[in-house]
Antibody
Framework: QVQLVQSGAEVKKPGASVKVSCKASGYTFTSYDINWVRQATGQGLEWMGWMNPNSGNTGYAQKFQGRVTMTRNTSISTAYMELSSLRSEDTAVYYC?????????????WGQGTLVTVSS | EIVLTQSPGTLSLSPGERATLSCRASQSVSSSYLAWYQQKPGQAPRLLVYGASSRATGIPDRFSGSGSGTGFTLTISRLEPEDFAVYYCQQYGSSPIFTFGPGTKVDIK
């Protein structure tokens, strides 16, 4: 069965960076793009960007350009999202999601989420 | 950037009642790129409907999606206790870029 398993919770100081991992299993990792979505406590879903695990190509939401980097290690079927220059407003749960991009576009499987807390 | 607006913000209903959730887009959206998700507290979102009207695998037939252009609807024909949750619509635009609506909370009356 398809699973996306994310790394554990992180606590970071303002100005630091965080790197969240998303390990895929149950399908061919390079066949589907991975997207990252975050959610502040009590707030809605915010799309951050996508990565093609096959080519390494990425696309980021304008809001995060220059601060986010999405990478992958195909040998261990794992995607990564690194966010730098953290500030308190980055405190949120970060999700990875598999993107089905055929005739219709949607996220069919999601990771369990990783809480990132930014606090001095 | 296309902005999605969902209404109402909160829908208070009783089990067995019908729920009608609206998602409006600031510009026309391809039906192929409109999806709905359900999220319960402490859980990741779950795909309900994609392509505006196709139910995802394992989703009960009490959930249905409809609409086109700038107006889309998610209908839950008869609310079950497990359906009380927050529902988000999502669209894909060029760039690529995804946007989500602010969500509709369906709670127990």
């Amino acid at each position: 069965q398809v699973q996306l398993v994310q790394s554990g919770a992180e606590v970071k100081k303002p100005g630091a960076s965080v790197k969240v991992s998303c390990k895929a299993s149950g399908y061919t990792f390079t066949s589907y793009d991975i997207n990252w979505v975050r959610q502040a406590t009590g707030q809605g879903l915010e799309w951050m960007g996508w990565m093609n695990p096959n080519s390494g190509n990425t696309g980021y939401a304008q809001k995060f350009q220059g601060r986010v980097t999405m990478t992958r290690n195909t040998s261990i079927s794992t995607a990564y999202m690194e966010l730098s220059s953290l500030r308190s407003e980055d405190t949120a749960v970060y999700y990875c999601a598999r993107w089905v991009a055929a005739t219709k576009y949607y996220f069919d499987y999601w990771g369990q989420g990783t809480l990132v807390t930014v606090s001095s | 950037e296309i902005v999605l607006t969902q209404s109402p913000g909160t829908l208070s209903l009783s089990p067995g009642e019908r729920a009608t959730l609206s998602c409006r887009a600031s510009q026309s959206v391809s039906s192929s790129y409109l999806a709905w998700y359900q999220q319960k507290p402490g859980q990741a979102p779950r795909l309900l409907v994609y392509g505006a009207s196709s139910r995802a695998t394992g989703i009960p037939d009490r959930f249905s999606g409809s609409g086109s252009g700038t107006g889309f609807t998610l209908t839950i024909s008869r609310l079950e206790p497990e359906d009380f949750a927050v529902y988000y619509c999502q669209q894909y635009g060029s760039s690529p870029i995804f946007t989500f609506g602010p969500g509709t909370k369906v709670d127990i009356k």
